[in-house]
């Protein structure tokens, strides 16, 4: 596998991976997310479809690259995220969000999230901190290979 296929392989695979994991802490653990866990997948989304699109429009190097971009920037956002989680500094709102399925009673028993909580930790690394380390190394990686040529 060339460089551009392993770059094109990572920009499809890390975000879906990253997102896979938001969607089953959410929906199969009862992790449900804050506001900036919410700006940490916007990122992610479009970094998935940039690399989609790779398959199809040339050059294909660019659009890896701006889909590793994307995800580097969903790295950023969780960096940001994990220090206010760790109380390194201030977040930038309120940050709380209230999941709420459609009616009163439901937005009533909706939890409510804070971003200066963590909810789950391994290592004493918190969610947006694994987001920092795997989409800004993955991210890297992606726009390296992208730009590579032999």
Known sequence: MDNPAKARALAVLIPAALLGGAYVAQYGFGLYPCEMCWWQRYPHFAALALALVSFVAKPARVWVALAGLAIITSGLIGGFHAGVEY????????????????????????????????????????????????????????????????
């Open 87 to 150: 109380h390194w500094w201030q977040g930038i709102t309120a940050c709380s969000r209230i999941e709420a399925g459609g009616s009163f009673t439901d937005f009533a028993a909706a939890p409510l999230v804070r971003c200066d909580a963590a909810p789950w930790s391994l290592f004493g690394i918190s969610l947006a901190g694994f987001n920092f380390l795997i989409s800004s190394i993955g991210g890297a990686a992606v726009v390296a290979l992208a730009a590579y040529r032999r």
